[in-house]
């Protein structure tokens, strides 16, 4: 042991395991702690910058999801280096739903049943349609309404003799082949046959006759007005003439036809 000691302080004590120093070694110390300390700042600021951005990049990810429908419905642009915010239009849209009527029953008189503006919160007065004036010749077999009495005789229609009508005499009255009663014809001197009495089987041009009702009358001829027990129709013809239907007030019991104008009384 004592050996061991006394060759180490040899060692030490040793001139040439000195180490010498340099003129210049405390500044290079110094300088070299300047270094360490300028590179202790540098990565210090790069770890805040990491830092930043990491906790950047978070907050991003912490934001709610776009609705994927909206970004359907927005325009899509180049994105530019511009660091203007634009306002981005959206597009909207609006759903219109038809509901189709169904079309107004015939016969409303042009009323629509159900749609604004017809209804005026007042009954509508319906303005019945413009009554048609009848038509047809004013005839009977060979006899005529206008016809001249010597006209009337050749047919051989009328049975003689005649009767007057009157105490002038200017109308006279004949039966029939058809007819028994003796005023079936009246003839005007002046005007001709004033009237025409139509057998009990025959019927008018519109299926009314002697046993035919008053409301069948009226309804095959809505022009008919009453007069006492004749309900009259008058008839555009020429001459212009006047079928007369007499009647118990239910029911026709004679057909005439009447000359309109004539001068014969009683026809």
């Known amino acids: ?25 405390t500044d290079a110390v110094v300088r070299g702690a300047d270094r360490r ?14 830092t930043l951005v990491g906790a950047g990049i978070g907050l991003s990810l912490l934001r709610p999801p776009v609705d994927d429908t909206a970004g359907e419905l927005l325009p899509t ?12 239009p959206v597009s909207t849209y609006t759903s219109t739903v038809t509901t189709i009527a169904d079309p107004p029953p015939s016969g409303t008189g042009g009323v629509t049943p159900g749609k604004p503006g017809n209804n005026t919160g007042k009954p509508s007065n319906t303005i019945p ?24 005789l050749k047919t051989g229609v009328l049975i003689e003799p005649s009767t007057t009508t009157d105490p002038e005499a200017h109308c006279k009255s004949y039966a029939t082949q058809s ?31 002697a046993g035919s009702t008053v409301a069948a009358a009226k309804t095959a001829y809505p022009s008919a007005t009453q007069s006492g027990s004749e309900l009259l129709v008058a008839m ?19 057909v005439r036809m009447r000359l309109a104008g004539g001068d014969c009384p009683g026809a």
């Open 1 to 25: 042991m004592d050996d061991l000691d006394d060759e180490l302080r040899r060692l030490f004590s040793d001139d040439r395991l000195d180490v010498h120093v340099t003129p210049d070694a």
């Open 37 to 50: 300390r300028r590179r202790r700042t540098a990565v210090t600021g790069a770890f805040a910058v990491v």
């Open 77 to 88: 642009s180049s994105s530019t280096a511009s660091d203007t915010p634009s306002s981005v």
């Open 129 to 152: 349609p413009p009554i048609t004036p009848e038509s047809g010749r004013g005839a009977f077999g060979d006899l005529a309404l206008g016809m001249s009495e010597a006209d009337a």
């Open 179 to 209: 007819v028994a009663d003796g005023d079936a014809v009246i003839i005007s001197a002046a005007k001709g046959i004033a009237r025409i009495t139509l057998p009990s089987y025959a019927k008018s041009t519109k299926n009314i006759g």
């Open 236 to 254: 555009t013809a020429t001459p212009r003439w006047i079928y007369v239907f007499e009647n118990d007030g239910t029911t026709v019991t004679r």
